[in-house]
């Protein structure tokens, strides 16, 4: 099994930073992609930014500038630094983690964190 677990969220001032960090855990083979989405009240889950084992990034629009994605093999962890944070991206955020877990063949995950709430006050 994987287990994919987020912390870092809270409370932050409209115009402030915050960091949000994911750990992957489990009988992992290989991570291919790790990844934040986020899901506002009312809207449904969007991808706010990717990265992959070679650490190509991808941002969605509305966050490219000011989010800054990056992850570290060795642990199988993904942060997000987020600077100036605007009301809109208050949601609750999403680690996600595809890749293989050890066993032959390699079985395919798709992992999802329980989530961490980000406010941001205006």
């Known amino acids: 099994q994987v287990h994919v677990v987020e912390s870092g969220g809270g409370l932050v001032q409209a115009g402030g930073s915050l960091s949000l960090s994911c750990s992957v855990s489990g009988t992992i083979f290989s991570i291919v992609a790790m990844g934040w989405y986020r899901q506002a009240p009312g809207e449904q889950r969007e991808l706010v930014a990717q990265?992959?084992?070679?650490?190509?990034?991808h941002y969605a629009d509305s966050v490219k500038g000011r989010f800054t994605i990056s992850r570290d093999n060795v642990n199988n962890a993904v942060h997000l630094r987020m600077n100036s944070l605007k009301s809109e991206d208050a949601a609750v955020y999403y680690c996600n983690a595809v890749g293989y877990e050890t066993a032959s063949p390699p079985v395919r995950f798709d992992s999802w964190g329980q989530g961490t709430q980000v406010t941001v006050s205006s």
């Open positions: 990265i992959n084992a070679g650490h190509a990034t």
